[in-house]
Nanobody, 121 residues
């Protein structure tokens, strides 16, 4: 019900845009969060946006570099990632929660399959 796309291999300083496309049933009235998990590390919150985009939260390390947005007409949420760093390398997942945006992964009901982002130095 959630499909992540847009990952890839880039050099440090480059940009990528991830997309999270959802079926209408899961998208309307849901907040969408982005999480990432690097090899050997725990899953980490990245950002989340409310269903009307009035509330957005970011993890400190991505503030000023990453921007989340959504187009409800297209049932899609975007994660624009600029000034990428090697430490941003991870599998990124989007997730949907029937509540306000939260950094807690256990509050999310649906998850995308994940997309690899690799940033080389």
């Amino acid at each position: 019900q959630l499909e992540d796309s847009g990952g890839g291999l880039v050099q440090a300083g480059a940009s990528l845009r991830l997309s999270c496309a959802a079926s209408e049933r899961t998208f309307s009235s849901y907040s969408i969060g982005w999480f990432r998990q690097a090899p050997g590390k725990e899953r980490e919150f990245v950002t989340a946006i409310s269903w009307v985009a009035t509330s957005v939260i970011y993890e400190d390390s991505v503030k000023g570099r990453f921007t989340v947005s959504r187009d409800n007409a297209k049932n899609t949420v975007y994660l624009q990632m600029n000034s990428l760093k090697p430490e941003d390398t991870a599998v990124y997942h989007c997730a949907a929660a029937r509540r306000g945006p939260s950094p807690r992964p256990n509050l999310y009901d649906y998850w995308g399959q994940g997309i690899q982002v690799t940033v080389s130095s």
